[in-house]
């Protein structure tokens, strides 16, 4: 498995890039305009009320908050030519550290984000919080970030046209502690939900003006889909990097670096 810390390969030729930066926009003004959004995001996912099954409720936009500032002020300082949309936070990744697939050594060591972390009022006993000194492996993020470290080499390489954002910031928790996905909320509760994280996902693509936007799975590739739908961005789709894939147990790695050159967004 692709060590993040580590990376083996030199960053590649990049093909030629469509979008050139807003002589207007400078460094701070981008990242400003992502906090905002996140903060609006996090403000509106904030009045939120769900039923049983899901008891327990995670916003690292909330307690996390001066790791996910720090990613969003350091990487979201530039246009990208390719933004990554995740699902929503995993336990063993964003819900620990804050960042969007957010396995601890990749934010620690590659990222170079670490910060204190707090935790929720309300935590389940199988899933706390216990931020940068978690000892459970996020494999997903370990995966994509890995992937990332080995074809670019450095994050400044990689965040010099893409960006990794997840769709929705909130993890979901049923009584026995089992993972309660996004899909399986009642129909008014995805209504409501979805209803903010669609408005916050225009309002990254407006502040980043990508080519590309690339869906790690499905999920995130239908709602991007429906949010994106006048075309105004070039929509991809990568199999999720989950262990509980078989496909994605089969060198995820080659698979997915296989679909970004095929969609011409890699060489």
Request: aromatic residues 8%; hydrophobic residues 45%; contains cysteine.
């Amino acid at each position: 498995m692709t060590n993040p810390i580590a990376p083996r390969v030199q960053r590649p030729s990049s093909v030629a890039t469509a979008i050139r930066p807003d002589p207007a926009a400078n460094s701070n003004a981008l990242p400003s305009a992502l906090i905002q959004a996140a903060e609006s995001l996090r403000a509106a996912v904030s009045q939120l009320t769900f039923a049983p099954p899901v008891m327990h409720i995670y916003n690292p936009l909330d307690y996390a908050w001066p790791a996910h500032k720090a990613y969003l002020r350091r990487y979201g300082n530039s246009p990208k030519r390719v933004i990554f949309l995740g699902m929503n936070p995993g336990p063993f990744g964003m819900v620990q550290t804050g960042i969007p697939f957010g396995q601890v050594a990749a934010v620690r060591d590659w990222l170079r984000i670490e910060a204190a972390i707090g935790h929720p009022a309300l935590q389940h006993p199988k899933r706390l919080v216990t931020g940068f000194a978690c000892q459970r492996n996020e494999i997903s993020g370990e995966r994509l970030w890995g992937l990332f470290a080995e074809r670019f080499g450095s994050a400044a390489n990689f965040f010099e046209e893409h960006m990794v954002m997840n769709y929705c910031p909130l993890a979901f928790v049923e009584r026995s502690g089992r993972n309660h996905t996004p899909d399986k909320l009642s129909a008014s509760e995805r209504a409501a939900l979805f209803g903010a994280c669609d408005e916050h996902l225009r309002n990254v693509v407006r502040i980043l003006r990508p080519e590309w936007l690339v869906a790690v799975g499905d999920f995130a590739f239908k709602r991007a889909e429906q949010v994106l739908a006048s075309g105004q961005v070039r929509l991809g789709r990568i199999l999720h990097p989950s262990p509980a894939s078989p496909a994605a147990n089969r060198d995820w790695a080659l698979l997915a670096t296989s679909k970004l050159r095929q969609l011409g967004i890699w060489e």
